[in-house]
């Protein structure tokens, strides 16, 4: 935004949530107007962030790039300054920043790298800069098993995704075209995580967060908590890049209000696809 300048009419995205995050945020910091399209599928969590930040925030479309088309007719319209979720050079550039702040936290960039990959634009970026710092240094991506676009790119197969994921963010139809180049040349492979391996480890994650939200509930005198309480103090301890409601929500609609997180069997799912190479 720093690199442009910002009309009247301010700036505007189409984004799953976490693009349009960072663009309410950088605005509000700037004092001009965000108008952000999310899709229906959106998580109610990463909406009310938005709406914390100012932003206006327009829910349209059944998929990413519904809203997306929406946003640009609505740009047509205004003139507000264009950003884009991941197909641009600098949010691809910004992207690569994460890369120094792990060598930073970490103290040195490991030997492998996973990112999970929607419309390409964090792992290109993340690639490029990794690679700069630790050229022996393998990268992969990581797609839900009904969004496979990279994957299928990097192979060449035609690409055909779709469907209702649990990884709601990363729900992307289209790599945008700069990420694909530069994952082509950079990006070791892509893994394939299966919907119902990506439920088991997101309940997984809710279990520790119901750890943390029964304790102050505790303190209302309820000895039972309804998995609605869950998903609320959840969303209220802002774990947003779990998108813990949306996994709950989605879960119950499927299992009728059991999450299960074991087959028949009793046993816990394996990780299927997404097997990470050993060499």
């Keep these: 935004l720093l690199s442009n300048t910002i009309p009247a009419s301010g700036v505007i995205v189409a984004s799953g949530g976490n ?9 509000r910091e700037l004092g001009v107007h965000c108008e952000v399209f999310v899709p229906e599928v959106s998580s109610p969590a990463k909406r009310a962030k938005l ?6 925030v327009v829910v349209t479309g ?5 809203a997306l088309q929406a946003c640009l007719a609505r740009q047509q319209q205004t003139g507000a300054l264009l950003t884009h979720a991941y197909d641009q050079p600098e949010v691809v550039i910004g992207a690569g920043t994460l890369a120094a702040e792990i060598e930073a936290d970490a103290g040195a960039l490991p030997d492998r790298v ?3 990959v929607g419309g390409g634009g964090l792992i290109a970026g993340m690639a490029v800069a990794a690679k700069a710092l630790k050229p022996e240094l393998r990268i992969f991506g990581v797609e839900s098993e009904l969004y496979t676009a990279m994957y299928q790119e990097m192979h060449g197969l035609p690409v055909q995704v779709g469907g209702i994921s649990i990884a709601e963010g990363i729900s992307v139809r289209d790599i945008g075209r700069a ?8 990006v070791d492979d892509v893994l394939i995580a299966r919907e119902a391996d990506i439920e088991t480890v997101a309940i997984d994650l809710a279990a520790i967060v119901f750890a943390r939200a029964v304790r102050p509930l505790e303190h209302t005198g309820q000895r039972l908590v309804r998995p609605d309480q869950i998903a609320d103090a959840a969303a209220d301890m802002a774990v947003e890049d779990a998108d813990i409601d949306a996994t709950l929500r989605l879960s119950r609609e499927r299992h009728g209000h059991q999450a299960r997180s074991q087959d028949q069997g ?6 299927g696809h997404a097997t990470l190479p050993q060499n």
């Design 19 to 27: 693009a349009g995050i960072a663009t309410a945020a950088a605005a």
């Design 51 to 56: 709406a914390e930040l100012g932003a206006q």
């Design 62 to 66: 059944a998929a990413y790039s519904e």
């Design 114 to 116: 996973l990112v999970s």
């Design 179 to 186: 990420p694909m180049d530069v994952a082509r040349r950079y």
């Design 266 to 271: 009793g046993n816990r799912r394996s990780n």
